[in-house]
């Protein structure tokens, strides 16, 4: 009896420890496994992600961030939109609140160190939003010596007084909405950012405003996902190809920015390459 | 013998089919051992076959077709620098290494790109996503040449003189490169790392049912070694016998198979992971840094060709520079200067000076690299490519101050003596890393190659074994047998 038992009970021990360890050995942990999925998107950007009256986000980022978690296997009603800022984007990401980040979230080395960015879905460009009747300035050059305004931590002005050498007078807002009313009221001579983003307050104010459309710099919009997430990513940029083959984001492209004049680029952009 | 248990008494006739007969439990705990030296060599046999697959498919199946893909940017990118070069030369025929010459190389890299298109399309079969890219860049082609040899065709009858594009071929060569840049380059990277993902998921498959095999060999390995120590046992208490030697020799036999053939998949493993990391990714991160290089120096004639977009050819060459070689940089001349710092300093790499600068390190395909280890002859090749890459902007520097002061001659002559392809400091830059990109690319062979060296004995030498320990096992327990006889 003795000798019947242990390796019976050898065996057993061997199957456990077997089962532990092929766990161990399992696939890396991804946001696909989870049973829903929650993306950050912009609230206060008409056009990419901008929350209405009726507390709905609408935008672009807001219709990509849908078409891709569909694509990723994720149905409607198990994808969660949360509000985020450009501050708190990447401290969500990292501690594990939100899932997927699409909100104009350009692609830099440096927040490569703690995101894993799919994509860029759409290359946007730094440009120029003046006043309707202000028709000299079509170049960025023609900014020296004038008031530039830009939202609060971004970098738009220093490309303009670093990047290419022209001396304007920067104004620092609170945020692009902020920038937008100074400009309004003729408190700044433009705005600088992503063209996205000024067509987005453009289309609000077609009669205000005028995108100068003579782009300087290239913004990649990549869509965050917890680092080390190459599962993830590789899963988004295919969606995001499909989603240039089969029209909708030429389509998207077109219904929030199209009457704006802006130049779209409804071919699928060059990927950076999951880490 | 004397030694049946009080018990169960030896009766002729029944005892092979009962338990409680000695005879019948040394044929039990005998089928036992066989069934589980059976079940080892099933186990192990079929985890040595999956480490050989993926040595097979990582080494000479999708690794390679992998570094083709990457073929293709570099081919595409380099035919419209070829053409912005033309172009800027005009009836400057002697510039450089010549007309000729770049138009002959136009050739080649549209023959090259033809080919890598039609190996990317026999790949991508059965992947409808892929295959629509492959089209839609096969297409693009198309349209690309027609642009590019009317802007040729226009600036040449323009007799448009060196650095002055005609105005009809500019607003023709425009539409050319934006469709390359727009529509070619971006799908054809794309392709490259589609192929890239396809080994990575390949390669971690096969790294993942190997461990898991590993341990099934581990588990049946252990467990025929405790039945084979329990017939060991068995025959001891009821034969009153020491040790039964053949048995101890196949105890010894299974340990050893079994250790031999865990050591050996951990060893593949090993080769095939270095294979993969230090050799293929090595070399077609390398391979991508030679793509995009080769796109950004002819931002170098865009930029003295059309002095309309001047501007945003010169940020697009720094963006591209900082995808081939990353420092904090918001400008060219800070550019220049942070490359000189990288290639004096290396193998030391310049980063942030404490840890609340957010100075994100050296980065980009070369700063990744020069951070990964490296092999002595390897280090030795990365100092070299950096130093002609630092070369390549010390010339962009003399280019754009030239340009800047109005000399225009003195640019283009610049522009052209960096691409000349007989001593130009960008041929210089992509021979250098020719020569690393062709050690990581032995590094990948050797890999593979010691990863089959250490299975190949197996073939034969796992069935020799466990013939042998079968064999053993016979002549253990026979004589035992034959008692009963």
């Known amino acids: 009896m003795r000798l019947r038992h242990r ?269 | 013998m004397t030694g049946h248990p009080p018990g169960s008494p030896p009766r002729t006739g029944r005892r092979r089919f009962r338990l409680n007969s000695t005879p019948a439990r040394v044929w039990a705990l005998t089928m036992v051992c066989v069934v589980a030296v059976t079940g080892l060599f099933a186990s192990a046999h079929t985890t040595l076959g999956q480490a050989r697959t993926g040595l097979d498919v990582l080494g000479r199946d999708a690794g390679p077709r992998a570094m083709a893909t990457t073929d293709l940017y570099l081919a595409l990118a380099d035919m419209d620098a070829r053409m912005a070069d033309v172009l800027l030369m005009g009836t400057g025929h002697d510039l450089g290494s010549g ?47 027609r642009h590019a040899s009317r802007a040729r065709l226009l600036n040449d009858e323009a007799q448009a003189p060196p650095g002055r594009v005609d105005e009809e071929a500019l607003e023709e060569y425009r539409r050319a490169t934006q469709l390359m840049h727009t529509e070619l380059l971006p799908k054809a990277f794309n392709l490259g790392l589609d192929s890239s993902a396809i080994v990575r998921q390949n390669h971690e498959e096969g790294q993942r049912s190997v461990a898991q095999g590993m341990l099934t060999v581990g588990a049946v390995g252990a467990a025929t070694i405790v039945a084979l120590v329990a017939l060991q046992l068995y025959l001891r208490v009821r034969f009153r016998r020491r040790l039964n030697i053949p048995l101890l020799a196949a105890t010894v036999g299974v340990l050893l198979l079994t250790v031999g053939v865990v050591i050996t998949l951990e060893l593949s493993n090993g080769y095939q992971r270095g294979a993969k990391e230090e050799g293929l990714d090595a070399a077609m991160a390398l391979a991508r840094a030679g793509a995009i290089a080769t796109d950004m120096q002819a931002d170098q004639s865009r930029f003295l060709g059309d002095p309309e977009l001047a501007d945003n050819y010169q940020q697009v060459y720094l963006e591209r520079a900082q995808q081939v070689l990353f420092r904090p940089a918001e400008n060219l001349d800070q550019y220049y200067a942070a490359v000189d710092e990288v290639a004096d300093a ?93 050690l990581h690319r032995t590094t990948f062979v050797d890999g593979i190659a010691r990863g089959d060296a250490v299975l190949t004995p197996w073939r034969l030498g796992l069935p020799v074994c466990v013939l042998a320990v079968l064999a053993l096992i016979a002549l253990g327990v026979r004589p035992r047998l034959a008692e009963y006889r």
């Open chain 1, 7 to 275: 390796p019976a009970a050898a065996a057993a021990a061997l199957v456990l420890g077997l089962s532990a360890c092929s766990e161990a050995l399992g696939e890396e942990v991804s946001v696909l496994d989870a049973e829903s999925i929650t993306v950050g998107v912009k609230y206060d950007q008409p056009g990419t992600g901008l929350r209405g009256p009726d507390g709905e986000l609408t935008g672009f980022d807001v219709d990509v961030a849908y078409y891709l978690t569909e694509r990723l296997g994720f149905p409607a009603d198990r994808v969660e939109l949360v509000g985020v800022t450009s501050a708190e984007r990447e401290d969500l990401l990292i501690g594990g609140e939100v899932d997927m980040v699409v909100a104009t979230y350009s692609i830099t080395q440096a927040r490569k160190a703690d995101v894993t960015f799919g994509g860029p879905y759409y290359v946007a460009q730094q440009d120029l939003l003046v006043r309707a009747e202000d028709t000299d300035i079509d170049d960025v050059r023609d900014l020296e010596g004038l008031r530039v305004c830009q939202g609060k931590g971004s970098n738009s002005a220093r490309r303009i007084t670093q990047g290419l050498g022209i001396r304007v007078e920067q104004t620092d807002a609170p945020s692009y909405g902020a920038c937008a009313d100074a400009l309004r009221e003729g408190e700044v001579d433009a705005m600088s950012t992503d063209n996205l983003i000024l067509a987005g307050f453009l289309a609000q104010a077609p009669d205000t405003f005028r995108l100068v459309n003579n782009p300087f710099t290239e913004e990649k919009y990549g869509v965050g996902l917890p680092h080390g997430d190459v599962r993830a990513c590789e899963a988004v940029n295919k969606a995001i190809t499909e989603m240039y083959q089969d029209g909708t984001a030429g389509q998207l492209l077109e219904t929030w920015f199209g009457e704006t004049g802006l130049d779209l680029v409804t071919s699928v952009p060059q990927f950076e390459g999951c880490p």
């Open chain 2, 346 to 438: 290396y193998p030391e790499l310049p980063g942030p000076d404490d840890p609340d600068d957010d100075d994100p390190g050296t980065l980009g395909y070369l700063g990744e690299r020069a951070q990964g280890s490296l092999l002595p002859g390897q280090e030795d090749a990365l100092a070299e490519v950096l130093e002609t890459y630092e070369r390549l902007h010390a010339a962009d520097r003399d280019l754009r101050a030239a340009a800047r002061d109005g000399d225009l001659a003195a640019a283009v002559e610049t522009r052209m003596s960096v691409a000349d392809s007989r001593d130009g400091t960008f041929p210089a830059y992509v021979a250098a890393l020719d020569e690393l990109i062709a």
């Open chain 2, 99 to 145: 007309r000729a010459d770049a138009l002959d190389r136009f050739e080649a890299s549209r023959r090259q790109a033809n080919e890598a298109l039609l190996h990317a399309a026999s790949l991508t079969e059965g992947d409808s996503v892929e295959e629509r890219t492959v089209q839609a860049v096969l297409d693009g082609m198309g349209s690309y040449e």
